[in-house]
Nanobody
Framework: QVQLVESGGGSVQAGGSLRVSCAVF????????LGWFRQAPGKEREGVAN????????AYADSVKGRFTISQDNAKNTLYLQMNSLKPEDTATYYC??????????????WGRGTLVTISS
């Protein structure tokens, strides 16, 4: 069983930066993919970024490329999402996700509870 606990959400003005974190607990030896999703009010949940553990390859949604960076600190068992040049349309609840899939193309096996990010114009 794996538990994911997000933190670091908050409110910032457009153009600002924010970093959200995800602490990963439990039996993680078969977890090969970590990622971030977000869900804005009235919209479906969408993938934002993911990282394949081991090769450390990353992938990003087109809407955040060049602005967001996903990273992990293995020593701290923590996943990060650094968000720069934030826009009002980035407002959403951000969810941490973990998967057994090696290529980050399968379904999510574990979800965090989310952290709210609000960007004001």
């Amino acid at each position: 069983q794996v538990q994911l606990v997000e933190s670091g959400g908050g409110s910032v003005q457009a153009g600002g930066s924010l970093r959200v974190s995800c602490a990963v607990f439990g039996y993680t030896y078969n977890i090969y993919c970590l990622g971030w999703f977000r869900q804005a009010p009235g919209k479906e949940r969408e993938g934002v970024a993911n990282i394949s553990i081991g090769p450390d390859t990353t992938a990003y949604a087109d809407s955040v490329k060049g602005r967001f960076t996903i990273s992990q600190d293995n020593a701290k068992n923590t996943l990060y999402l650094q968000m720069n040049s934030l826009k009002p349309e980035d407002t959403a609840t951000y969810y941490c996700a973990a998967s057994y899939d090696h290529n980050c193309r399968g379904g999510v096996d574990y979800w965090g509870r989310g952290t709210l990010v609000t960007i004001s114009s």
